[in-house]
């Protein structure tokens, strides 16, 4: 669990003092804990000695042991694939490469499944579903590619859905036509991207509804989401991984059929018959043929050998 977190969702009883330095940290979070105690305690209008009392209440050796982990999560957040490389060289494992790889992205899958709370599935189906203008997706250089997959699930269930791709300048003109009727869903994880990160900011400037699909390291667009989905993305590799990221997006979609299949029958009904008419899948298109070809000759046996 990130600092942030702890900070957001710890149960310990804080003085009037202690409760003005956690605003702070809160509100601007890293960077308010990456300067001296001095500067925090005057941020948050109260005497040093209240920093450290705070420290030392959060489990804290002091204010250095609370801006060493700082740092190691911000330096943890902004790995480059090169970082990581250095970081992750290849050990010398019994089982292999590939199966130790296997076994990194089981764990953090499991760690995924206990990432948020399972109220925050039935949110976001809400938020999906419920929302009453356009859904528009968006992702990074690698994350937009599971924001197309979400919006190709989505079509299924409603219209009004509109997935960015690859975001381009050009393509910050479509803020002028959302509003608070809307919702924006992000796809973005370490190393955040800065482009997506500003169109999130200008999208809750507008009243824009946000959900977000982030890792456990978070976003900055966490701190405007209306909903954060968190996912854990380490593997034994350079890279992240997105299988879990992939696994959660479509976790929310299993839930969106448990309550709201019945609803969105018809329409899945229509799209299908759409799909037939135009022979979009194979097994339409082997029913066309057949069609045509009118009912078997006596005698003839069918792929499946009868006849």
Partial sequence: ??????????????????????????????????????????????????????MTKLGYVGFADFQ??????????????????EAK???????????AYFHSVSDSLERT?????????????????????????????FSRHIASMLAGYLLQFRSGVRDIGSLSPADFDLLIDLG????????????????????????????VSI?????????????????????????NSPFDTLATAVAQMETVFAHA???????????IEDIEKIRSANAVTLDAAEQAVSEDAGPP???HKSRTGKT
């Fill in 113 to 141: 499944r206990t990432a948020v709370p399972l109220q925050a599935y039935t949110r976001a189906v809400n938020l999906l579903l419920e929302t009453k203008g356009q859904v528009v997706l968006l992702g990074g250089r």
């Fill in 297 to 299: 000759k006596p005698g």
């Fill in 257 to 267: 059929l448990e309550g709201h299949g019945a609803g969105v029958r018809k329409r």
């Fill in 180 to 207: 608070k009727r809307d919702l924006l869903v992000v796809f973005d994880y370490r190393r955040y991207q800065s482009d997506v990160v500003r169109f999130a900011q200008q999208a809750h400037e507008r009243d």
């Fill in 89 to 99: 060289r290849p050990g010398g494992s019994s089982e292999g490469t590939a199966l």
């Fill in 68 to 85: 060493a982990r700082l740092l190691t999560e911000v330096e943890s957040r902004l790995h480059s694939p090169l970082l990581m490389m």
């Fill in 211 to 235: 959900l977000l699909f982030t890792d456990v390291w978070l976003s900055p667009i966490s701190e405007i989401a209306d909903l954060t989905m968190v996912a854990a993305i380490d593997a």
């Fill in 1 to 54: 669990m990130s600092i942030r977190e702890e900070l957001a969702n710890t149960t310990l009883a804080f003085t009037s003092a202690e409760e003005k330095i956690v605003q702070v940290l809160l509100a601007d979070y890293p960077m308010s804990g990456l300067g001296t105690a001095t500067r925090l305690a005057r941020r948050a209008g109260v005497s040093d000695p209240s920093v450290t009392r705070l």
